[in-house]
């Protein structure tokens, strides 16, 4: 299930991944709304998006809160630093019943580390860590960790699977279906949300091969049968 006349809220929508992920979905039919800390530069990115995308897509940039308020699937992508003062400032505009899509990645870059280790976080990982913050019946999911913001920003269809890992598999199914509406991308259920720990490594692992031989990697699982793909 998605419904296109529903928006799709994409928290820290402004940056990379953000913006690469609401290019796609625009393209694919979806309402989207890019949020920011600061609703004008939220509607700057919505019209460089809506540029590129056709004049028909739906798009609209608001102001984080208004963006929660205004929809019930968001997605977060910001960095992992800013995530938790992030969801607490935004916890009473979350409505009850929301999906909310966690793609942040504990990066050591955070802490003035490397990009291509994780830090250590005490919830598991970045996602459970959400779900520790978000109100009482909103479901976190995670994906998208491992989709590069480059090649979202291409017109190609990408090489990619997004694995998504969450404990309520109607809201997981929901967000496959979202993933596999980018073109190229099989969405595989990943499990539990407790999986995100490892979802997150794989992504400082892609950034150190990416380092290291000068490209855009991303994962394919082989071997499942048919229907693990959507
Ligand atoms: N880049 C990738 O290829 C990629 C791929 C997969 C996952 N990710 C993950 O997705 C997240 C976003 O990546 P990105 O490269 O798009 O990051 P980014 O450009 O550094 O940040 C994205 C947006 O987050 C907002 N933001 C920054 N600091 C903030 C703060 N202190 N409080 C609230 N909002 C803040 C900013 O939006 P406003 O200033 O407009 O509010 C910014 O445009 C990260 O956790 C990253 O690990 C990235």
């Known amino acids: 299930m998605s419904d296109a006349s529903r928006p799709i809220a994409i928290l820290g929508g402004t940056g990379p991944a953000g913006m690469g992920i609401a290019l796609r979905w625009a393209r694919a039919g979806e309402t989207i709304i890019i949020g920011s800390r ?39 992508t910001v960095p992992f ?15 009850s019943g929301s999906i909310l899509i966690d793609a942040t990645v504990a990066l050591a870059a955070s802490v003035g580390g490397r990009a291509s280790r994780t830090l250590g976080v005490w919830q598991g990982s970045s996602a459970q860590q959400a779900a520790e913050l978000v109100p009482k019946g909103v479901n976190v999911v995670a994906a998208f960790h ?8 291409g017109d190609d269809a990408l090489d990619c699977d997004v694995i998504v890992c969450g404990d309520d598999p109607d809201a997981s199914q929901i967000v496959r279906k979202l993933a596999a509406k980018i073109p190229g991308v099989r969405a595989i259920d990943g499990g539990k949300l407790e999986n995100a ?18 490209g855009h990697g991303g994962i394919r699982i082989t071997g499942l049968p048919p229907q693990a793909y959507e």
């Open 197 to 214: 720990r490892i979802l997150e490594q794989m992504t400082a692992l892609l950034i150190g091969l990416n380092t290291r031989h000068k």
């Open 38 to 76: 600061d609703a004008h530069r939220a509607q700057e990115t919505a019209d460089k998006i809506k540029e590129r995308a056709g004049n028909q897509t739906r798009i609209s940039g608001m102001d984080n809160a208004a963006a929660c308020a205004a929809a019930n699937t968001l997605v977060l």
């Open 146 to 153: 491992n989709l590069s913001a480059e090649l979202l920003d």
């Open 81 to 95: 630093e800013s995530q938790a003062a992030l969801l607490k400032q935004l916890k009473p505009a979350i409505r």
